[in-house]
Nanobody
Framework: EVQLVESGGGSVQAGGSLRLSCAAS????????MGWFRQAPGEGREVVAQ???????SYADSVRGRFIISRDDAKNILVLEMNSLKPEDTGMYYC????????????WGQGTQVTVSS
């Protein structure tokens, strides 16, 4: 079983930046697709960004051009660089991984809170 631990959340003002990290243990991240999700208060969970094993990335329209997802399989980590943050980016951010042949994400972290004030 894979364990995921997020870090790097915090409180920032609009326009600021944060860098989220997700450390994996129990297996090599090179075996998995990886993604970042977020959930705002009272809202459902939504995908923010995803990256496949070859490094191909995809982003939600709301964050494209501001966020960058990357992975370092040698260190077993997933990173989300968040720039030009907006109050609507506020929420709990989760990292997750899935096998390439399974559509649903299998393993999830406990989340890290991001709060952006105006």
């Amino acid at each position: 079983e894979v364990q995921l631990v997020e870090s790097g959340g915090g409180s920032v003002q609009a326009g600021g930046s944060l860098r989220l990290s997700c450390a994996a243990s129990g297996d090599s991240t090179s075996n998995y697709f990886m993604g970042w999700f977020r959930q705002a208060p009272g809202e459902g969970r939504e995908v923010v960004a995803q990256i496949d094993r070859e490094g191909t990335t995809s982003y939600a329209d709301s964050v494209r051009g501001r966020f960058i997802i990357s992975r370092d399989d040698a260190k077993n980590i997933l990173v989300l660089e968040m720039n030009s943050l907006k109050p609507e980016d506020t929420g709990m951010y989760y990292c997750a991984i899935r096998f390439p042949y399974i559509r649903e994400y299998t393993y999830w972290g406990q989340g890290t809170q991001v709060t952006v004030s105006s």
